[in-house]
Every structure is written in structure tokens, then in C-alpha cells.
């Protein structure tokens, strides 16, 4: 178990990275719609993110839960400031 816990946060380390070239794209295609699962809404839901700039994004998501109702989350995401922006 340990080995699997210390292979996961290795891999994790180094996928990292790769993740920063996606500062370019927020450029190019600054509308972002996202399924989630466990993720804003609780079970399952549905968002749509607008990058405002580089570093910083507003968004809303939902989630409809047969008769009892929903979940609307309003959300502001931002980029870590240790992250340069292209």
C-alpha cells in the first residue's frame, strides 16, 4: 500500500508540469464546459467556466436531483501564484 500511495504522488509530480501549457489555451478558448463527478454540485453536475484573464475565471455549475431539487454553485477560480502565466 505504501508503494502504491508513493508511486501515485511520484507520477502526480510529474505530470504537474504539463499542466501549465494549458495557460495558452485560456487564451484561445477561454469558455470552458465540465461534467464532474463528486465534484461542485455533490454527485453529479454539469458547469460552465469563463476565463476572465490568465489567472483568473467565474463560473456556475448545477445539478438537478429528481423531486427534492437542485444545486446552483457560483464559483471563482484562480491561478496559483507560484504558476507564470504565458
Known sequence: MRFCVSLFFFVTILLVPLGVRGIEVRE???NLLSGEIGGRAGIVSI????FLSNRFGIGIGGMIWGNAGGVIP?????????????
Do not use: F
Open 28 to 30: 484561445q478558448r477561454p
Open 47 to 50: 458547469n460552465y467556466e469563463r
Open 74 to 86: 457560483l464559483y471563482i477560480s484562480t491561478v496559483p501564484v507560484g504558476v507564470a502565466p504565458a
